[in-house]
T-cell receptor
Framework: NAGVTQTPKFQVLKTGQSMTLQCAQD?????MYWYRQDPGMGLRLIYY???????DKGEVPNGYNVSRLNKREFSLRLESAAPSQTSVYFC?????????????FGQGTRLTVV | GENVEQHPSTLSVQEGDSAVIKCTYS??????FPWYKQELGKGPQLIID?????GEKKDQRIAVTLNKTAKHFSLHITETQPEDSAVYFC????????????FGSGTQLTVLP
């Protein structure tokens, strides 16, 4: 029972390089999310996908793009990495109703841009 | 949209003492308030939640209280143990969406032996 799987776990990029963070969930959830976590700032939403075929911007989308490849997979792309994108990135899938909203997180990707 | 503020940002307690973390929210329509625990090197995990129709919920050594009038909710951990050391996040549903959460800024709890 894997839940939410993210790859890679660690990455170092040079300024201007590109990369894609991969995320897959096996819980058949419709909604998937990408957050970044920075000291003292909690979890900030970058992009989300409410269902297969749709994506929307979150609080901090600049410098990122996403692709909802299918119901299971939601990738995050940095086209031209900047030092300000050094962070820990978390993918999550969320099951929500009027009664509760539970997020299931991956293990995170620690990204350093030098 | 929903705004969630969390205090304190860091908290150190002696093993066996209690710890309290507080959050305030802005959207009076919010009706569900979860707490997540993030252990070192891992993603956050749900540990307890409360719905707006109750004022308190307990699960062994952890409890959450809710004051809808004041729009704040708190996490209480009693008889703290070293394994309680982690980052704790409160959250509330983003305004207008049952499938988004707005998170607080997190509290680093350290339980000293």
């Amino acid at each position: 029972n894997a839940g939410v799987t993210q790859t890679p776990k660690f990455q170092v990029l040079k300024t201007g390089q590109s990369m894609t963070l991969q995320c897959a969930q096996d819980m058949n959830h419709n909604s998937m999310y990408w957050y970044r976590q920075d000291p003292g700032m909690g979890l900030r939403l970058i992009y989300y996908s409410a269902s297969e075929g749709t994506t929307d911007k979150g609080e901090v989308p600049n410098g990122y793009n996403v692709s909802r490849l299918n119901k299971r997979e939601f990738s995050l792309r940095l086209e031209s990495a900047a030092p300000s994108q050094t962070s820990v990135y978390f993918c999550a899938s969320i099951v929500g109703s009027s009664q509760n909203t539970e997020a299931f997180f991956g293990q995170g990707t620690r990204l350093t841009v030098v | 949209g929903e705004n969630v503020e969390q205090h304190p940002s860091t908290l150190s307690v002696q093993e066996g003492d209690s710890a309290v973390i507080k959050c305030t929210y802005s959207d009076s329509a919010s009706n569900y308030f979860p707490w997540y625990k993030q252990e070192l090197g891992k993603g956050p995990q749900l540990i307890i939640d409360i719905r707006s129709n109750v004022g308190e919920k307990k699960d062994q050594r952890i409890a959450v209280t809710l004051n809808k009038t004041a729009k704040h909710f708190s996490l209480h951990i009693t008889e703290t143990q070293p394994e309680d050391s982690a980052v704790y996040f409160c959250a509330a549903p983003a305004s207008g969406s049952a499938r988004q959460l707005t998170f607080g800024s997190g509290t680093q709890l350290t339980v000293l032996p």
